[in-house]
């Protein structure tokens, strides 16, 4: 089976079939990435703290975003693993350089979770 790049949904049902490959991409993450089963767990808190805490809408908005964040590195990080793995599974400098990467940027997703919560709560506590 090959792409046909000609023949490309428009309109509505390309919407459609982008939310399928979305939903599609979430189940098999939870499924098989802990990392993202972490961050659901960690996303549950989130949105159970921001109705408990007494914070303005700007940093509910942000302390949500910023737990997207994290997970949108870590779903990011996941696709560099998987195409890396898909092109071959012998150990190569470069190989191991891409997913290095990818992991550095969750780390730096991190950091600014942990700057944007930690300023919210500072302000607050």
Known sequence: MHFDNTNKPTG?????LALGHSFRAFNWLTKNESAFRQELILLLVTIILLFTLELSLYERVMLFCATLFVMFAEIVNTAIEATIDRVGLEIHPLSGLAKDLGSAG????????????????YQNI
């Open 12 to 16: 509505a049902k390309r919407l459609l």
């Open 106 to 121: 969750v780390l730096i997703a991190i950091i600014v979770f942990i700057c944007i919560w930690g300023s919210c709560l």
